[in-house]
C-alpha cells in the first residue's frame, strides 16, 4: 500500500512538473506578449493546442481572441456544418465578424439557422457583420427574431449573397435599426426570381414566440449603402425602401446578368426598377454620392470595383466637403444606355460638375439602340464642363465619332478611358482633328474599336502626351504612322492582341507583298521596332516601359525582341513571334538573350512560336539571365517533326541549365512533344534522377494524328 502510494505521489509530482514545464511561458511572459505569439496561428492550430493539456485547454482561448475575430463556416465541408465544442471554447463577445455559405436544404441536414443559433448560443453577441451566401430562409419570422433581432443593435454590415429565398427586406431594415451597409442578391433561380419580384414577405404574430415581431420603421437613419441585386418591382418593393433611407450615399441596382435572366424568365416588366429617373430617386435621396442603375454592370465586378469600395471605406466624407458648393453630390455614375435618353439627360447634366467616375453601358445582347441623340445631350448647351472625370467607360453604346470627341473634350481631367465595342465610331482623321490633348490621360483600353486608317490612329495616340498604360484588343488598328514617339515615352504596359487591319490597309498589304516579290519594300508591321528603338535610347530620361504583350500581330520578329530588349526598365516579356525561333536564327536570338542579360533586369520571359526545343547555346543563355523568374516556352504544332525525327531532336536533358536556375521559379512547356514517352513522363523523371526540386503541377496531354504526345508541362520549384 505504501508503495502504491509513493508511486502516486511522485506521478503527480511527475504531472505537475510537466505542466509547469509546459504552461510555463503562458505564467512568466506578459500578457500582450503572449497574445502576440498565439495571433500568428490560424483557427485550426488553435483548436490542436487545446490538446496539449488541461491548463492549454482552460486558458489558451483567453490568449487567442483576436485569431477569431472573424469566423467562417462553410457548409460544403462536413465537419464544418455543425459546430463543436472545442469551437466553442474560442467563441464569444469577441468575434465581429461572421460569414456563413454554402446551407441549402437539399444538400445538407444542418440548416442554416441551426448553425447561426449555435453561434449564438456561444456567446457571439456583439456581431457587427454577417455575411450569408448560397443559403435560404425559408422562415422568415425565425430568422428575423431568433437570427437577426438578437444582433440589432451591434449589427452594421448585413450581406445576403445568393439567396434561395424571398426575404422580407422592410422587416430586416427595420429590425436591424443600426445598419450602415445592405446587400441583397437573389438567386438566379428561375422560381426565386419570380418569387420576389412582387411580393413582400409578411412577419405574422407567433402566439408561442415571446419575441414581438418589429414593426416597419418609417426611416433606416443610418443606412449609407444598398445594393439591392435583384428584379424586385420598383412601387410594391424597391420604393418603400428608398424612400426610408434620406442618408443614403450608395445605391446599387440589379446587375446586367440579373437583368438578362430576368428578362429570358419574363419576370420583369415596366414597373421594374430599371425606369427610376433622376427626380424621384434624388427625392428620395438627395445625399447619393454612387448611384449604379440596373444591368449597368456585371455582377463578378462589383467586388472589385476598386473606385466604390475606395470611397465607400474612404475616411473623408465627402458631403461635409461639397454641401455647400454643389445642390448635388454624385461623383459615381453607372447607366444603362436602355433607359432611354429622357431618364439619362439629368443624371449627365445636373451632375456633370461633380462627377469623377461615368460607366455607359449599352445593349451586348440585344439589338443595338440605334439613333440614340448621344450627340444632341454632349452638344447642349445644358451640358456642363466635366471638371471632376477622371474615369470614363463606354460599352456598347451607339456612339459616333462626333459625340466621343465632344464628350473628351469636356473632360479635360480625365485620366482613365475604356472605350468597348462602340457600335457606330470609327475613328475618323478629320473629325480627330478636333480633340482636344488629355494631358492627363494615363490608361486607355481599346476594344473592338475601329481606325479609319493609320494616321487617324496616330493623331489620336500624339494627343496622349502622358500615357502610361496602353490595351488593345481586336481592333482595327496600327502603330505603323506614328512618326513622333514623344508621347509614349512615359508608358509603363504596352498591350496589343489580336489586331485587324482596315480595308484600305489590306489592299496596301497585298501591293506591300508583290513589291516584295520585286525585291522591294517588306510588308508593314503593326507596331513598328523603331517605338521600342526610340525607348532605348540612350537620352531618353522618362522611359519607364516594364511590361509588353503582342499576341497575334503580323510582323512580329527577332527585330521587335532585340530592340526591346534595350530598354532597361522592362521586366515582363510576351510576345507571339510571326517567325519560329530554331536553329536556323540561332544567331539573332542569342544577340537578344545576351542584350537582355546586360540591359534588363527581366523576370518574366513568354516567347510563343520557339522550336521545341531551342537548342541548346540558346538554353544555356536563358539559363544566365540573373533575375528571370518565370519562363514560357510555347511550340508551333504546325511544324512538328515526323515520329523519325523526334528522337533525335527531343533530349530533355537539354533544359537542365533552366532546372539548375536557382531564381527560376516556374516553367513552361507548351506543346512538348513525346515519341514513346510522355515529356511530363520523362521529365519527371529527370528531375528524380539528379534529385531537383522542381515539380510538375499541370499537363494537358493530347495525340496527333502521327502518333506523337504533345502536352503542355507546367512546373513550379518547391
Known amino acids: ?53 488541461k491548463t492549454w485547454r482552460d486558458r489558451v482561448p483567453e490568449y487567442t481572441k483576436s485569431v477569431w475575430h472573424t469566423l467562417k463556416i462553410n457548409g460544403r465541408f462536413e465537419n464544418t456544418t455543425r459546430m463543436n465544442k ?96 445592405f446587400t441583397y442578391i437573389s438567386s438566379n433561380n428561375a422560381r426565386i426570381q419570380h418569387e420576389v419580384t412582387e411580393n413582400e414577405p409578411f412577419i405574422v404574430e407567433d402566439s408561442v414566440s415571446t419575441t414581438p415581431t ?7 437613419d443610418h443606412l449609407i449603402y444598398l445594393h439591392i441585386d435583384s428584379p424586385i418591382n420598383k412601387v410594391s418593393r424597391l420604393q418603400p425602401i428608398l424612400q ?29 426598377c430599371l425606369t427610376l429617373s433622376f427626380d424621384e430617386l434624388f427625392s428620395w435621396c438627395p445625399n447619393l454620392i454612387c448611384f449604379k442603375s440596373n444591368a449597368s454592370y456585371e455582377r463578378q465586378k462589383i467586388v472589385k470595383d476598386d473606385i466604390v469600395n475606395s470611397m465607400i471605406n474612404s475616411s473623408n466624407n465627402y458631403l461635409s466637403h461639397q454641401q455647400e458648393k454643389h445642390p448635388y453630390k454624385l461623383k459615381h455614375l453607372s447607366l444603362r444606355e436602355k433607359m432611354g435618353q429622357d431618364l439619362i439627360t439629368p443624371f449627365l447634366t445636373k451632375n456633370g460638375n461633380t462627377l469623377e467616375y461615368v460607366s455607359l453601358l449599352g445593349c451586348k445582347f440585344e439589338t443595338p ?7 444632341s445631350i454632349f452638344l447642349s448647351p445644358s451640358f456642363p464642363q466635366l471638371i471632376h472625370l477622371r474615369t470614363l467607360v463606354c460599352d456598347s453604346v451607339a456612339f459616333d465619332c462626333i459625340a466621343l470627341v465632344t464628350l473628351l473634350n469636356q473632360a479635360p481631367m480625365i485620366e482613365t478611358l475604356e472605350l468597348k465595342r462602340l457600335q457606330d465610331v470609327t475613328f475618323d482623321y478629320s473629325i480627330f482633328k478636333s480633340l482636344a490633348p488629355l494631358h492627363h490621360l494615363k490608361y486607355l483600353y481599346l476594344e473592338y ?52 487591319w482596315s480595308q484600305e490597309e489590306e489592299r496596301e498589304e497585298e501591293s506591300q507583298e508583290d513589291y516584295q516579290e520585286e525585291g522591294q519594300q517588306p510588308i ?33 520578329t527577332l527585330e521587335h525582341l532585340i530592340a526591346i530588349a534595350g530598354i532597361s526598365t522592362i521586366k515582363h516579356i510576351n510576345v507571339q513571334l510571326d517567325q519560329v525561333l530554331d536553329d536556323e536564327n540561332e544567331e539573332e536570338t542569342l544577340i537578344f538573350i545576351k542584350k537582355l542579360h546586360t540591359t534588363t533586369s527581366i523576370e518574366t520571359l513568354i516567347l510563343r512560336d520557339v522550336a521545341y526545343l531551342p537548342p541548346y547555346p540558346v538554353i544555356l543563355a536563358l539559363s544566365q539571365l540573373p533575375f528571370l523568374k518565370e519562363i514560357y516556352l510555347a511550340s508551333p504544332t504546325m511544324f512538328l517533326p515526323s515520329p523519325s525525327q523526334v528522337d533525335e531532336i527531343i533530349d530533355v536533358s537539354r533544359i537542365m541549365p533552366l532546372l539548375c536556375n536557382n531564381k527560376l521559379q516556374k516553367m513552361t512547356l507548351e506543346n512538348a512533344i513525346g515519341n514513346r514517352t510522355r515529356p511530363r513522363m520523362a521529365i519527371d523523371n529527370l528531375l528524380s534522377e539528379h534529385g531537383l526540386s522542381w515539380y510538375s503541377t499541370q499537363s494537358f496531354t493530347r495525340i496527333n494524328d502521327d502518333g506523337l504526345y504533345l502536352e503542355d508541362v507546367r512546373l513550379e520549384r518547391q
Open 1 to 53: 500500500m505504501a508503495l502504491q502510494m509513493s508511486t502516486m505521489v511522485k506521478r503527480h509530482d511527475s504531472n505537475n512538473k510537466m505542466n509547469n514545464n509546459v504552461s510555463g511561458f503562458l505564467n512568466v511572459l506578459p500578457y500582450d506578449v503572449v497574445t502576440t505569439i498565439f495571433s500568428y496561428l490560424d483557427q485550426n492550430d488553435c483548436i490542436q493546442c487545446l490538446n496539449i493539456c
Open 86 to 181: 472545442a469551437q466553442g471554447r474560442f467563441l464569444g463577445n469577441h468575434v465581429k465578424h461572421v460569414q456563413v455559405i454554402h446551407f441549402i436544404k437539399k444538400k445538407n441536414k444542418n440548416t442554416f439557422l441551426d448553425v447561426m443559433k449555435q453561434i449564438l448560443d456561444y456567446g457571439c453577441n456583439k456581431i457587427e457583420s454577417l455575411d450569408f451566401a448560397f443559403f435560404e430562409t425559408p422562415n422568415q419570422n425565425e430568422f428575423i427574431k431568433i437570427i437577426l433581432q438578437p444582433l440589432a443593435s451591434t449589427l452594421t454590415h448585413l450581406t445576403m449573397r445568393e439567396h434561395y429565398s424571398n426575404p422580407a427586406l422592410l422587416y430586416i431594415l427595420s429590425t436591424c435599426s443600426h445598419l450602415t451597409h
Open 214 to 220: 418589429p414593426k416597419i420603421k418609417k426611416q433606416f
Open 244 to 272: 426610408r433611407c434620406p442618408n443614403l450615399q450608395y445605391f446599387i441596382g440589379m446587375s446586367s446578368i440579373t437583368y438578362e435572366m430576368g428578362k429570358k424568365n419574363h419576370h420583369m416588366g415596366q414597373s421594374t
Open 369 to 375: 439602340t440605334r439613333f440614340f441623340a448621344w450627340k
Open 449 to 500: 474599336m475601329t481606325f479609319d486608317n493609320d494616321y487617324s490612329a496616330a493623331l489620336f495616340i500624339e494627343r496622349l502626351c502622358m500615357l502610361e498604360k496602353l490595351v488593345v484588343h481586336r481592333s482595327v488598328m496600327t502603330l505603323r504612322r506614328l512618326y513622333s514617339f514623344s508621347s509614349l515615352e512615359r508608358l509603363k504596359h504596352l498591350e496589343f492582341f489580336i489586331m485587324e
Open 524 to 556: 508593314p508591321y503593326f507596331v513598328p521596332p523603331e517605338l521600342f528603338t526610340h525607348l532605348a535610347s540612350s537620352g531618353l530620361q522618362h522611359h519607364q516601359l516594364e511590361f509588353v504583350h503582342l499576341d497575334t500581330l503580323k510582323g512580329i
